[in-house]
């Protein structure tokens, strides 16, 4: 059952287009990531969802409600951490989820978030004095005090070292193991490949693909590698062996290392080819394609441009 309906969603700023004809859904009880360099609308995308902001068009019901008319009513059911969330540095951690804890009628027991996100030996600490890690943990229990069906989680991770990033992974699946459909903003390939059920990938304002992060990656046409090395001593030519097998579009040797280059399922025509030729090689590896090849074969550009 789809929790999240947004169709035709349109967000004018002056002259700027923020989100140009938007629509995609989000299924109860899935991680549904939005994907897309910063600036592509994801978080003005997410804003309006939550009613943050009001779109210049288009239509959205979050669990059956609108996020503008029913906007009290929403926010008694969805968790939000906001990309720059931040707290006063000198409050107590317990003092935070207490005061989030009375913004809702039936609120959780804080006392069990802090237990539940490793937070019990921090109880007492200030916000100021929290590491990166510890922080996010506490923005999660925050986004969930309320007892919400939706959480959102925007750039949860950004500014985290690789450990705590990889930590804060684990409490994201946490988050929906407990029952709450994640919505998470993110510009983290990685992430969004470990952790998405389905992605809907923005770019300038638009969605340019959606679907589950391997459909997104085996959908398009991206170029990919596969490497090997010759044994000592072979005389034989790869190049004139493996050029003009179907996807193959090119071949580079450099001494005994040699480098294929091909679209869709080249890489069983290059096996068979050398297989046939009684062609020895070793350390064959075919470089895994990944959502980056995916977003740059969908809008022609780098993620990071």
Sequence with gaps: MAVIDVTDLTKRYADHTALDGVSFSVEEGEIFGLLGPNGAGKTTAVECVEGL?????????????????DGRALRERVGVQLQDTQLPENIKVWEALDLYASFYAQPRDWRELLTQWGLADKRNARFGKLSGGQKQRLFIALALVGGPRVAFLD????????????????????????GVTVV????????????CDRVAVFDRGGIVATGSPAELIDGVDAEHQLRFTLMAGDTSDPAALLRGLPGVSGVTRSGNQVTVTGRGDFATAVTSALARNLVPVADLRIDKRTLEDAFVALTGRSMHL
Excluded: C, N, Y
């Excluded at 009001?54 to 008319?69: N, T, Y």
């Design 53 to 69: 902001r009001r779109a210049d068009s288009g239509s959205i019901r979050v669990l059956g409600l609108d996020p503008v008319k």
């Design 155 to 178: 750039e949860l991770t950004t500014g985290l070292d690789p450990q705590a990033r990889r930590a804060t992974w684990e409490l994201i699946k946490q988050v929906r193991a407990s």
């Design 184 to 195: 998470l903003v993110s510009h983290f390939m990685d992430e969004v490949e470990e952790l």
